[in-house]
């Protein structure tokens, strides 16, 4: 299992709003496992969370999860088809049951998990949002942008962020906005715009992309706090617990010290806590609707 460092656990609410699964009298679970893959709705490219490679094959925090839950659903965790979304259509795509669940680079907020049908199964990165510049503009501080122009990515809390931030600190700006996060970068490697605004971790990422990262300077200003998480549609217990014990059980795997090389050799630990995490002792994967060795499918095979 890969190491997935996380901080702090957070449970998320949910209301009682129907699915479309639901909605035939079919639960997700039932429609996954008659399906057999699990459709997973990730970003369209974003390194270090879900990306493509020339082959076709998807690596990054991300799209581990979407392989840890198809590994506990279905057995497998190669039984997966990747629905490539955009900050715009990822919470569609959820709603109307085109994937099974979005585990791509979201902001939980509250507006999210109490009235747009979702629900949030934990945090597993912890972000914020930030700028790139010109290294050629010598811009030391955030502050300093007043008067910029700035691309940034529509459909996602970056937008309000940015907004709050200029206004808090009496400055003036100008958004050049676009829906896909490689068309801002490339509209600020155009010149397009002085400045391109997103959370932190993405910042660094598209820096790397760039022909001449030291040309760039990622402001230390942090104008946010971003917990981002897989998310699930409300309705759905049975399907909120399987994600949300999916993430719970990578970071218990975690500290206590079982992997993929040593999961085979920890079924037989005596220790109480391995014991339950690896379905030895209790009857925990039977309240979801999977079998004891969920957990160390997951431990296996992601």
Known sequence: MKSLTCGLLASAAFALLATPALAQGKSTLETVKARGELSCGVNVGLAGFSSKDDKGDWSGLDADYCRAIAAA????????????????????????????????????????????????????????????????????????????????????????????????????????????????????????????????????????????????????????????????????????????WTHYVLLNAEEAGITSKNVDQMLTSTNADVKRILGKDGDFGKGMGLDNDWAVRIIKQV
């Not at 979702?118 to 050629?136: E, L, P, R, T």
């Not at 155009?190 to 760039?216: I, V």
């Open 73 to 244: 659903v279905l057995g497998d965790a190669k039984k997966v088809k990747f629905v490539a979304t955009t900050a715009k259509e990822r919470f569609t795509a959820l709603t109307s049951g085109e994937i099974d669940v979005l585990s791509r680079n979201t902001t939980w907020t509250m507006s999210r998990d109490t009235s747009q049908g979702m629900a949030f199964a934990g945090v597993n990165y912890y972000d914020g949002q930030g700028f790139i510049v010109k290294k050629s503009a010598n811009i030391k501080t955030a502050k300093e942008l007043d008067g910029a122009s700035i691309c940034v990515q529509t459909g996602t809390t970056t937008e309000l962020n940015l907004a709050d931030f200029f206004r808090d600190n009496n400055m003036k700006y100008s958004p050049i906005v676009f829906e896909k996060a490689d068309e801002a970068m490339a509209a600020y490697q155009g010149n397009r715009c002085d400045t391109y605004t997103t959370d932190m971790s993405g910042l660094y990422s598209e820096k790397l992309r760039t022909a001449n990262p030291d040309d760039h300077v990622v402001l230390p200003d942090l104008i946010s706090k971003e917990p981002l998480g897989p998310a699930v549609r409300q309705g759905d217990a049975q399907w909120f617990s399987i994600v949300k």
